[in-house]
């Protein structure tokens, strides 16, 4: 951990949190312990497995003598209020051993099915005090005003310049930056990734489009890394007369990164909310403000595909329940599902819209 930004003197510890059928002191303990390669003691009490974590923690401290522990939770959205009461435990134990501590708990805020989440389930008063003070949203790489390749407005041009610029490949004794070295007779001639930046943001915005999203979003780094892997090394490295990126190949690029297929997973939801969730964002296509006019009956149609809702399970998306005939229960979808004529004719009408 590089220290000449750091104030004063911090120690810092990471660690991985599980998802436990119960979450006890000892198991919670024992995550901290094995973080740090320790044996957790099988038949210890609660109290003494998490006495052992608060003095590995501040063994971690002697060396440089630090008064502060910084400890950095991965997937702390599994916490419970249980876990949130072993910090506090923790935390008292270490005060009064001289260490201050600092919580730094991540959260994934789109770990559950059904897209992104909040992560403003909070808990207790007395533990919001504590850890909670501060709260800090990462986002994708944002691509800033049109037409911009600015570093400080346009975060994907300033990802692609490290490419262009940074870190040497394969190593920083002998290497070139990656973009000299799978590109190497076109970075030469002058050629760098931050000059197609509009080339990259004009496909992105086509493909977001194309599949009923919203033109404008940041570009996620989970597939942002994929997208330039392919451009540099399945594209630029195999052709040796390389001199820049057509149009095909990026198209080619973004949906080997598996771009849409991640995208598209923030909005598809289960099918089972009511009528008054239909127009909210998170449903693909339920903005008819672009279509000059639309049956309700094409509304419903339109959501219910472009959403993969199937028949089973389509009216009671939209909360209707289902009906009886000869005391069997039947899907309502079944008596009044349309013609293969008239899907055909909606469609077909939307397209023309």
């Known amino acids: 951990m590089h220290s000449e930004w750091q104030p004063f003197p911090i120690a810092f510890f990471f660690l991985d949190y ?67 009461d072993h910090l506090v435990t923790m935390d008292n134990m270490l005060e009064r051993r001289k260490k201050r501590v600092f919580f730094i708990l991540i959260h994934q805020n789109d770990a559950d099915i059904g897209g992104k989440q909040s992560i403003d389930r909070r808990p207790p008063s007395h533990v919001t005090g504590r850890f909670y003070s501060m709260a800090h949203k990462f986002t994708g790489l944002q691509w800033g005003k049109e037409g911009s390749i600015d570093f400080d407005d346009c975060d994907v041009a300033m990802a692609l310049n490290e490419y262009d610029d940074g870190p040497k490949f394969p190593d920083e004794a002998t290497g070139v930056p990656p973009s000299a070295y799978f590109a190497h007779h076109a970075y030469a001639s002058g050629y760098r990734l931050t000059s197609q930046v509009g080339l990259f943001r004009e496909s992105v915005k086509e493909l977001r489009i194309k599949n009923h999203l919203d033109a404008n979003a940041p570009f996620p780094m989970q597939s942002f890394e994929r997208f330039v892997y392919f451009l540099l090394v399945r594209t630029a490295w195999d052709d040796p007369n390389f001199r820049e990126f057509s149009k095909p190949q990026v198209d080619q690029a973004l949906l080997w990164s598996g771009y849409i297929e991640l995208e598209l997973s923030n909005y598809r939801r289960c099918p089972m909310f009511r009528t008054a969730d239909m127009k909210g964002p998170l449903f693909v296509g339920a903005d008819f403000s672009s279509l000059p006019g639309i049956s309700a009956f094409g509304a419903f149609a339109r959501v219910a595909r472009l959403n993969h809702i199937n028949s089973k399970g389509y009216f009671s998306a939209f909360g209707l329940r289902g009906c009886r005939q000869n005391n069997q229960p039947t899907s309502l979808v079944a008596r009044i599902r349309p013609s293969t004529s008239q899907t055909h004719a909606v469609e077909a009408q939307e397209e023309r819209s």
């Open 18 to 84: 599980g998802k436990p059928d119960k979450a006890s002191e000892n198991y919670f303990s024992a995550t901290f312990l094995q973080a740090a390669d320790m044996k957790a003691v099988r038949h210890a009490t609660g109290a003494e497995s998490m006495t052992r974590a608060c003095n590995m923690l501040i063994e971690k401290t002697q060396d440089s003598r630090q008064e502060v522990i910084a400890i950095v939770v991965n997937e702390a959205q599994r916490f419970s209020e249980a876990e949130y």
